[in-house]
Structures are given as structure tokens and as C-alpha cells.
């Protein structure tokens, strides 16, 4: 992004925002003005997320209304673009989580997910990529930002009523609520 003008954040979408449940269109222009915008706004929303919440891996474009099926990410080795991505493989082990999310970062959410999964999709300039066998916490936060593309949310995948938790309870009586599930991000 080198010479590019900084490109403002966009505001995420918060629980309740009908624009999170529609499902995204495919990326085919890769080389138009538009994709590279959006590319640019996911990434600095990423960013300055982060630097408000202290959380944050990944992003999907229809969390700031974009409803094309574009994630950017930073798994702390810089910015990377996951484009139309499909899933090829999930693992039969599963796992239980506490799950958090830019669309309601004052909630935690306990779900189920695989343990891995396999992955193919286009990087920013339209290249094929697959990442095989990814592990476990890869693994579910493609399956978040997935979800996201299809109009999904981790809300949606709770695994009772009681698995819905405001982050400061679950702060507050943290090896309570992680001794429930069998991963806890970042913990």
C-alpha cells in the first residue's frame, strides 16, 4: 500500500444490524478500483479496531456493509487478504469455545467448531492459495469470518441459552466460565 492515501476506517455493524445477515457475492474483478478500496477499508477498520477493543484477528467485509466475500486478517505476521474463500475439508474433532466478535464485542459466546479444516481461496491479486490442515485456532476463526460471509453469526451457533456471556462477567469469573469450554481465545 505503499504511495496509496490512507484510507478511513469504516464503522463495524453491531448486533441487530439486518446488513449482517445477508449473504455476500463473490469477488471476480480483482483488479477493479472498488475491490481495492474495500480491500484498504477492511484492513484499516481491522487496525483500528485493535487499537480501541485489544482484539481482533480478522475482519469480514460484511461487517462494514460490504457484502462481498473478502476477510482480512493479521495473525500477527501483517496484513493478509482471504478472498471467496471455500472450505475443502473440516476434521471430525470438534472442540468447544468461548467466541468473541467485532459485531458484539461486549459478548462472548460459548459454540462448537472443527478442530481443523482445509481451505482454498484468492489473495488479493486473484492468486489461488490453500492452507491444508490448518490448526485449531486458525481453524476457527475461519469458520467465524465464513459464517459472517454467509450471513451467520456466533450467536446463532451458541450451544444453549446459557452459552451468551457479557465479556465483563466472563472477565470477572474467568476460570469459571474457561474451565466450560475446551479453548478460550487467547487463553
Known sequence: MQGEARVQSATVLLLGDPRLRKPSTPIRDFSARGFKLDQRR???TLVQFREKYGFGRAISAPQIGIHR???AMDLGDGPRLIVNPEVTWTSDETFTMWDDCMSFPGLLVRLRRAASLSV??????GDTQEWEHVGQAVAELVQH???HLDGILAIDRALDRESIVL???FDA??????????YVIGG
Open 42 to 44: 477492511l484492513h484499516s
Open 145 to 147: 469470518e465464513i459464517d
Open 69 to 71: 466475500r473478502l476477510i
Open 120 to 125: 482454498r481461496f484468492r489473495d488479493e491479486r
Open 173 to 182: 469469573q474467568r476460570t469459571l466460565f474457561a474451565g466450560l469450554a475446551d
Open 167 to 169: 465479556r465483563e462477567v
